[in-house]
Nanobody
Framework: QVQLVESGGGLVQTGSSLRLACVVS????????MGWFRQAPGKEREFVAT????????YYADSVKGRFTISRDNAKNTVYLQMNSLKPEDTAVYYC????????????????WGQGTQVTVSS
């Protein structure tokens, strides 16, 4: 049984930083590309960042480029999302997802999802 468990969300002020983590079990993590997506109230889920199975490829949404960094530790079966200079518009539930090998910005290409972690940025 594949499980993805996110952690690290919370309530912070504008300009603060948070680091999200997603631990994967039940799947060969080293063969999995990982993605972070987010969904704000009343909006569709949107792509945030993705990383390939070996960390060689990373892609970001334009809205987070230069502020967010995705990374992975295959020894810990964990993917991270370092979020700096947070803005109120970053407020959302953040989800991690996995798919085989190749990084992707398309949510429908991911086959496993976590339950999400709430990030709230106050102004």
């Amino acid at each position: 049984q594949v499980q993805l468990v996110e952690s690290g969300g919370g309530l912070v002020q504008t300009g603060s930083s948070l680091r999200l983590a997603c631990v994967v079990s039940g799947r060969t993590f080293s063969g999995s590309a990982m993605g972070w997506f987010r969904q704000a109230p009343g909006k569709e889920r949107e792509f945030v960042a993705t990383i390939s199975w070996n960390g060689g490829d990373t892609y970001y949404a334009d809205s987070v480029k230069g502020r967010f960094t995705i990374s992975r530790d295959n020894a810990k079966n964990t993917v991270y999302l370092q979020m700096n200079s947070l803005k109120p518009e970053d407020t959302a539930v953040y989800y991690c997802a996995s798919r085989p090998y190749i990084a992707s910005k398309r949510s429908y290409e991911y086959d496993y999802w976590g339950q999400g972690t709430q990030v709230t940025v106050s102004s």
